[in-house]
């Protein structure tokens, strides 16, 4: 069964720095392409960035600029760093397979952007 561990949240002021990390099992990694999602207080679940298996990456137009979705394949991990953080940025982040999200959710790290 697949698991996606998240980590890497926390508080942080506008225009700060944060690097989240979703550690993957269950499944070869490096066949999957990968992506974070969030979901804001009230909000619907939305894509933020994917990478492909190969390395290509795609970013919504809210993050792009800021953020940086990469992946290793030896540690079956992939990471959003995220800068120039804003406060609606707030919201609880998950990885999952991309851009069809077809494992099960994992518990989330929380990121709020605040001062």
């Known amino acids: 069964q697949v698991q996606l561990v998240e980590s890497g949240g926390g508080l942080v002021q506008p225009g700060g720095s944060l690097r989240l990390s979703c550690v993957t099992s269950?499944?070869?990694?490096?066949?999957?392409?990968m992506g974070w999602y969030r979901r804001a207080p009230g909000k619907q679940r939305e894509w933020v960035a994917g990478?492909?298996?190969?390395?290509?990456?795609g970013y919504a137009d809210s993050v792009k600029g800021r953020f940086t979705i990469s992946r290793d394949n030896a540690r079956n991990t992939v990471y959003l760093q995220m800068n120039s953080l804003k406060p609606e940025d707030t919201a609880v982040y998950y990885c999952?397979?991309?851009?069809?999200?077809?494992?099960?959710w994992g518990q989330g790290t929380q990121v709020t952007v605040s001062s």
């Open positions: 999952n397979r991309w851009p069809a999200t077809i494992f099960n």
């Open positions: 269950g499944m070869i990694f490096r066949d999957n392409a």
């Open positions: 990478i492909a298996s190969e390395g290509g990456t």
